[in-house]
């Protein structure tokens, strides 16, 4: 998702790190129970990177205030792009949205799910490129998360009950 912004980011002396969540990109679905925050977390750790500046957009962008609010130490700034939030509750179009997007992939029609997630997010004004990097992102996140049935590993308690550390000053 990050391929367009990463390079200019380090051409212009930035230190850039790109994670795939489990079950993303690259990365293979959970086997057992996880945290994608404690896990950004261990590899900013494991990077000796805090703190860094974190950039989330959509659930990534939830998982970026969620490290920050428990790991402050590691977080210097984010840059959110329309994230999740805590105690925030999904209104009828996004529950919606949810519905088709499960009855899409419980009849075995992947590619009208794909197109239902490129349709919602990208809006008419996206090019053909984000289009397709869209696609190709979202079409390998429900091979690789249908193919590991691993439902029962993700997270279900996503931001519930967080609450900042510290407030800014």
Request: hydrophobic share 45%; net charge negative; charged share 25%.
């Amino acid at each position: 998702m990050w391929e367009p912004q990463w390079r200019p980011l380090a051409e212009a002396g930035y230190r850039v790190v790109r994670c795939d969540f489990r079950g993303f990109g690259d990365t293979p679905a959970p086997d057992r129970r996880y945290s994608d925050a404690e896990d950004v977390a261990e590899l900013l750790g494991a990077l000796g990177a805090g703190p860094a500046v974190l950039i989330g957009s959509s659930y990534g962008g939830g998982v970026a205030l969620e490290t920050a609010a428990r790991w402050p130490e590691l977080v210097g700034a984010l840059a959110l792009l329309c994230s999740g939030s805590p105690g925030h509750t999904p209104g009828a179009a996004l529950r919606s949205l949810g519905e088709q997007e499960d009855a899409l992939l419980a009849a075995g029609d992947v590619a009208g799910a794909v197109e239902l997630m490129v349709r919602t997010w990208l809006g008419p004004e996206a090019d053909e490129p984000a289009r397709e990097q869209l696609r190709r992102m979202q079409q390998r996140a429900f091979e690789v998360q249908l193919a590991a049935d691993a439902e029962e590993f993700w997270q279900t308690e996503f931001l519930d009950g967080l609450r900042p550390a510290a407030a800014p000053g």
